[in-house]
């Protein structure tokens, strides 16, 4: 397995359908800037959720903004990643509307994630004034 892996028929098992899903991530941590700043964030959301002690509910919350965004950018990436095998180099109305559309998903969930930010971590962090 790998991301050089040149396998084109069915996965023949668990594992490996698995292995295949793992790729995938690893390739979005190495190879999509965006990601992995989404990803930084998400870590800091966590942290500095332990350290102002959220509810269980606040983590759900924080959770479900965190799998949104990360959501939107596996969309993105999909849909980045087929343009570009459909339409190579080649200057195409509906594959501009097709990469804009799939920013903006992102875009629209960093938006949401940023009100539940505001609204988990502001009170929380008003404790401490
Ligand atoms: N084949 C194309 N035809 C028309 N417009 C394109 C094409 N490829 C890219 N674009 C335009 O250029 C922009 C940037 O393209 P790129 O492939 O870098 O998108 P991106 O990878 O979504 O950017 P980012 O990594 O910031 O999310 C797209 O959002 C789109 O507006």
């Known amino acids: 397995m790998g991301l050089n892996d040149k396998q084109v028929k069915k996965n023949k098992s668990f594992w490996q359908s698995f292995?295949?899903?793992f790729d995938g991530v690893k390739s979005l941590v190495l190879t999509e800037r965006n990601f992995r700043k989404h990803l930084v964030f998400a870590i800091l959301a966590v942290v500095?959720?332990?350290?102002?002690?959220?509810?269980?509910?606040?983590?759900?919350?924080?959770?479900?903004?965190?799998?949104?965004?990360?959501?939107?950018?596996?969309?993105?990436?999909?849909?980045?990643?087929?343009?570009?095998?459909?339409?190579?180099?080649r200057y195409e109305a509906a594959a501009k509307k097709a990469k804009d559309v799939a920013a903006g998903g992102v875009l629209l969930a960093a938006f949401f994630a940023v009100i539940i930010g505001c609204f988990v971590y502001i009170p929380e962090l008003l404790k401490f004034v």
């Open 19 to 21: 292995g295949h899903a």
């Open 48 to 89: 500095l959720g332990i350290i102002v002690r959220l509810t269980i509910n606040e983590w759900l919350w924080v959770t479900l903004a965190i799998f949104m965004v990360v959501t939107a950018e596996v969309l993105n990436t999909v849909v980045e990643s087929i343009v570009d095998l459909v339409v190579g180099e």
